[in-house]
């Protein structure tokens, strides 16, 4: 077999080149490539001569022709149901994909199921792990050993990389709107995270007092829908006076609009609302949510990229470029 | 290392039974099986040696003292953004995890992606295949050989197993409360198949002719809530009779509910609305969603147990036992 790239720094051919160069679909090529029925003999001779001049091996190829030659990438996340986490997954396999890695996905989110146990159970399987760990970020580190891990939303430790969020932008952003639209009586709601107080709550609570605003906290169960809605009707009712609220995350303002739904509230007249994430959701629930939204192609592409680059050398583990920070837009909808 | 557990039907140990045998969490069996700090020796030991009497080994051991020992399950689902799917992915997720299994989940629904591409992707990692394969169903057990292939929503065909639901029964469970609610000028939505009818629409179109019922059929560009919005906001207006709409899925039937808002249609009072699948969705949105759910627990364990009895020979690929049919149930809410 003959290629075309050389060199270490070389893209590895995809699917897409060999579909591109033959002018037939990806599922022409995976036939012709497997020896498949459906297309003729000379079409799969022709994909097979570009795919070997292309250097393109699918993987039960190149899974025997090169051991290990194929990036296994590990992707820890928390919880499935939380549409934020499939949307990340989501950009993050698409990313992957492209650059012809596999990727392994962990949701760790069932029942007392840790970040840890998901690290224990990808780490024999991939060369690099992307992941909302959480406190269990430096102790996946140590056990990847020398193989790059990457942290969302978690400060830097020990891990190879990060990528976090400027929640103190963010949070003025947010109150910015909330101010400038006459609201004076803000409540803030986040879920219990054993007991701490959020990263996102720390920075609302700093903008709030940077200010001079007299933050009401109101705090869910957990980070669900219903748990938000609950404590939204019930809660609610003791907080007449607040006019303007601060959610944690997006799944979690579309249970509080129920919740002031239920307590006979209209927003944004009664309550303006703003959510954090910017899912696909904040469209289908009414009114329509304004919401802190991330660009998560953006966070997905970032994500894949500092893997590369960590793997290949460009970037240091725990360097300055290791660390990136990311920043939330304010999607002005009908809540706020 | 004993085991109290042996025969080859004997379920394995996990680390829950560790943890429940130890009285300790399972980050602290995980700590302890990997020599990890923050946890006292003596609990370290103590957890080793019960995790030795019942046989548990974690991955990263397993891995090392019986090659392939564990069972790895690859899932393909064909869009990680309808929250169908990461639901039904969490589901089996959490089922293979229960069992000690491994799963590797690819996403396949980006660009031009198919089935196909996904079980060459996973087939050289894993042990069993489950999907939404679609028109790949057959060449998934192809690829495959003799390892399983449980297929879902689609025809036993080639594949060892199937999964399918009984549509004819929810069109009529559907088209039978419509009635009851004295609807008679009947819609239904679906997306473009690739100008195929899809088997939902076709089990819809036999309960409308079975029940003397004209039916409507709008055909939305994607599966998806803007592309149902649009179709919805712009033929709603033509069809100024309808006052029943029955939508292929709940992503769909939430774009379906925003498009009758924009045209200034009530709902139920001049349209009623049932979806199809039973997420989470149906709950935030406002009306809150009437529809044909499934119960995704079940669809998830009833996938995972017929890998395994597949794997172990209790049932036999492509016999009857090996194709199930579930059925869904009609969950009132306000849309209809």
């Known amino acids: 077999m003959t290629s075309s790239s050389s060199g270490a720094q070389a893209r590895r051919a995809t699917i897409l080149d060999v579909a591109a160069a033959a002018g037939v679909s990806r599922q022409t090529v995976t036939r012709a490539m497997n020896d498949m029925p459906g297309i003729s003999a000379g079409t799969r001779e022709r994909v097979q001569r570009l795919a070997a001049?292309?250097?393109y091996s699918p993987s039960r190829f190149a899974k025997g022709l090169v051991q290990g030659a194929r990036t296994s990438l590990g992707l820890a996340i928390p919880d499935l149901t939380n549409p934020y986490f499939p949307a990340f997954a989501s950009s993050v396999v698409e990313e992957a994909t492209q650059r012809g890695w596999n990727v392994v996905v962990d949701d760790f989110g069932h029942g007392s199921g840790s970040g840890l146990d998901a690290v224990a159970r990808l780490e024999p399987q991939v060369d690099a792990l992307v992941g909302y760990l959480g406190a269990a970020s430096n102790d996946a580190q140590t056990l990847m050993g020398r193989r790059p891990v990457v942290v969302l939303d978690y400060p830097l430790g020990h891990a190879a990389g990060?990528?976090?969020?400027?929640?103190?932008?963010?949070?003025?952003?947010?109150?910015?709107?909330?101010?400038?639209?006459?609201r004076r009586h803000i409540a803030y709601?986040?879920?219990?995270?054993?007991?701490?107080?959020?990263?996102?709550?720390?920075?609302v609570a700093a903008a709030a007092e940077?200010?001079?605003?007299e933050l009401v906290v109101l705090q869910a169960a957990a980070d669900s829908a219903p748990s938000?809605?609950?404590?939204?009707?019930?809660?609610?009712?003791?907080?007449?006076?607040?006019?303007?609220?601060?959610?944690?995350?997006?799944?979690?303002?579309?249970?509080?609009?129920?919740?002031?739904?239920?307590?006979?509230?209209?927003?944004?007249?009664?309550?303006?609302?703003?959510?954090?994430?910017?899912?696909?959701?904040?469209?289908?629930?009414?009114?329509?949510?304004t919401t802190?939204?991330?660009?998560?192609?953006?966070?997905?592409?970032?994500?894949v990229d500092l893997v590369d680059n960590l793997l290949s050398?460009?970037?240091?583990?725990?360097?300055?470029?290791?660390?990136?920070?990311?920043?939330?837009?304010?999607?002005?909808?009908?809540?706020?």
Chains 1, 2 share one sequence.
Request: some cysteine; hydrophobic content about 50%; aromatic content about 4%.
């Open 53 to 55: 001049e292309l250097g």
């Open 162 to 182: 990060a990528i976090s969020f400027d929640y103190p932008y963010a949070a003025r952003l947010a109150l910015g709107q909330l101010l400038a639209a006459g």
């Open 189 to 203: 709601l986040d879920s219990d995270h054993d007991g701490a107080v959020s990263t996102r709550g720390l920075a």
């Open 210 to 213: 940077e200010a001079g605003v």
């Open 228 to 289: 938000a809605r609950e404590v939204v009707r019930i809660k609610v009712e003791r907080q007449r006076g607040v006019d303007g609220l601060l959610v944690f995350n997006d799944l979690m303002a579309a249970g509080a609009l129920k919740g002031l739904h239920d307590a006979g509230w209209k927003v944004p007249e009664d309550c303006a609302v703003i959510g954090m994430d910017g899912i696909a959701l904040g469209e289908l629930v009414t009114p329509e949510l």
């Open 292 to 303: 802190l939204s991330l660009d998560l192609r953006a966070v997905g592409r970032a994500a």
């Open 313 to 336: 050398g460009a970037v240091e583990g725990r360097s300055p470029d290791a660390s990136l920070v990311l920043k939330h837009r304010l999607v002005l909808r009908q809540s706020a």
